[in-house]
C-alpha cells in the first residue's frame, strides 16, 4: 500500500508543535527515499542543487555543530566515495574558496593556489613532517621551481648529517662547471671557502684540487684540515 499525494502540488508531511516526525519504526524494513528521473533531494533546503543536498540551519545549530556527522564500527571504509565519471573525487571549500581536493587520479591539493594540482601531492604554503621523509622507490629528488634557491635547514634548525648508508656510502655534489666535488668519508677533516675546488677527498686527504671556474672571483670550496 502507498500514500500518495494526486493534485500537482508539492505533498507535505509534517507534525505540530515543533514535534520529532519519525519515519520507520521496530518492525519497518529499508526506508526508501527514490526521487525519479533527475530529481534531487534537499535537506534543509526547499531547492537542492545536487543529488543530495545538505545546508544546516545556523540558527537551529547555533553554529557551534557539526552539519553533518558519520559514525559506525565496520572493516570497512566508514565513508566510500566511488566516482565513476571525471569530476574530483572530494572536494572541500571555506566560504566558496576551493581549500582540499582528491582528483580523479588520486593526486592531492591542500591550499586554495593548489586546487589543481601539479604533482601527487601539492600544498600551497607550509609543511611540518613529524618523523622522517622516505623516498620509497628509486631515487629521491628534493628541487625548487623556476630555478629558486634551495636551503637545507634555518634557524631553528640543529647539526645538519649527510649519511648515505649510514656514512659508509659516497657523497656526490655535482656543481655547473666541469669542476664538480666528490666527497668520500671525510671524518676528521673539514672543507672551507677559499679560492680552489677539491675534486676528490678520500679517506681525510686531498687526492685532487683544481682551480675553479672563474678563479679567484668568489667563494669555492678547499679542503681544510680544521675540524
Do not use: E, H
Not at 54 to 71: D, E, F, K, N, P
Not at 143 to 169: H, I
Amino acid at each position: 500500500s502507498q500514500l500518495t499525494f494526486r493534485s500537482g502540488t508539492a505533498g507535505t508531511i509534517t507534525t505540530s508543535s515543533n514535534s520529532t516526525l519519525t519515519l520507520g519504526g521496530g518492525t519497518t524494513g529499508n526506508v526508501l527515499i527514490n526521487p525519479l528521473g533527475g530529481a534531487q533531494f534537499g535537506i534543509g533546503t526547499m531547492v537542492p542543487i545536487a543529488s543530495i543536498d545538505l545546508r544546516a540551519s545556523l540558527q537551529a545549530l547555533g553554529g557551534t555543530q557539526a552539519v553533518a556527522s558519520i559514525s559506525g564500527k565496520t572493516s570497512y571504509s566508514a565513508l566510500a566515495v566511488d566516482n565513476w565519471g571525471i569530476g574530483d573525487i572530494f572536494t572541500a571549500s571555506s566560504s566558496s574558496n576551493t581549500q582540499f581536493v582528491i582528483t580523479n587520479g588520486g593526486a592531492v591539493g591542500i591550499g586554495n593556489a593548489a586546487r589543481i594540482p601539479t604533482a601527487q601531492l601539492d600544498v600551497a604554503g607550509s609543511a611540518s613532517i613529524s618523523s622522517a621523509l622516505t623516498f620509497r622507490a628509486g631515487a629521491g629528488t628534493i628541487q625548487t621551481s623556476g630555478n629558486g634557491q634551495l636551503f637545507l635547514g634555518g634557524s631553528t634548525t640543529g647539526d645538519l648529517v649527510l649519511a648515505p648508508r649510514n656514512g659508509s656510502g659516497i657523497l656526490n655534489i655535482l656543481a655547473a662547471s666541469a669542476n664538480g666535488i666528490k666527497i668520500n668519508n671525510t671524518f676528521g677533516t673539514g672543507l672551507t671557502s677559499g679560492n680552489s675546488c677539491v675534486t676528490d677527498i678520500i679517506n681525510g686527504l686531498v687526492t685532487g684540487v683544481a682551480a675553479c671556474a672563474g678563479g679567484g672571483g668568489g667563494n669555492f670550496w678547499q679542503y681544510s684540515t680544521a675540524n
